[in-house]
């Protein structure tokens, strides 16, 4: 089963426009990443937030971490084209599983 | 540097068969792991290993097994292929278990079963 949750499934925006998408996790947590999938390709590290972190950027990346809401976002801003794809959360939890959330399909519209 | 290297990268077999996958990680990565993406189930943890060593295993049957060898490349073994095992199998590197680092993974290697 999966542990986090990408919230909404499908987003679609305006190029320039900003896009936040959230997930949701359920057990404690040592830290929480994200990830980005083109179509059919291998998955892209994004920013990877510890535990003790409440908020870290990088470049039009921003995620926040809530450990008391077990949820953390990503916010992309002034989006483009090219960052068309889907995105994914992943924890590491019980018994140093990492598990994948079930991804985001941001579309964005030139 | 190379990247994580994934062979073959596509893959049609018949039900019953077995087939082996491989995967170069990233000079100098030593944790390999290996999910399988499919659109009903997403990605599933499938094992890890850290210096030829299993550290975790996903919730899959035995005709999934795995092995790393000393150069840390590693192997996946898909006994008596089922339909339901036609998926994106992707492998991916770290320097050392994930929670510390993020992962770099590869392309994938896409298995069809007929």
């Known amino acids: 089963s999966q542990q986090g949750e990408e919230d909404p499934q499908a987003l679609s925006i305006q190029e320039g426009e900003n896009a936040t998408m959230n997930c949701s996790y359920k057990?404690?947590?040592?830290?929480l990443q994200w990830y980005r999938q083109n179509s059919g390709r291998g998955l892209v590290h994004l920013i990877l937030?510890?535990?003790?972190?409440r908020e870290k950027h990088s470049g039009r990346l921003r995620v926040t971490l809530d450990t008391s809401k077990k949820s953390s976002s990503l916010l992309i801003t002034a989006s483009r084209a090219a960052d068309t794809a889907s995105y994914f959360c992943a924890t590491v939890g019980g018994y140093q599983k990492v598990t994948f959330g079930t991804g985001t399909k941001l579309q964005v519209i030139p | 540097k190379a990247g994580v290297t994934q062979t073959p990268r596509y893959l049609i077999k018949t039900r019953g068969q077995q087939v082996t996958l491989s995967c170069s990680p990233i000079?100098?990565?030593?944790?390999v792991s290996w999910y399988q993406q499919t659109p009903g189930q997403g990605l599933q943890f499938l094992f890890e290993?850290?210096?030829?060593?299993?550290?975790n295993k996903g919730n899959f049957p035995g005709r999934f097994s795995g092995r790393q060898f000393s150069n840390s490349r590693s192997e996946m073994n898909v006994s008596t292929l089922e339909l339901g095992d036609s998926a994106l199998y992707l492998c991916?590197?770290?320097?050392?278990?994930?929670?510390?680092?993020?992962?770099?993974f590869g392309s994938g290697t896409r298995l069809t079963v007929v």
């Open positions: 057990t404690s947590i040592n830290n």
């Open positions: 000079s100098g990565h030593r944790s």
């Open positions: 290993y850290f210096s030829e060593t299993q550290r």
């Open positions: 991916a590197s770290s320097l050392a278990p994930f929670w510390d680092y993020g992962y770099t």
């Open positions: 937030i510890r535990s003790n972190e």
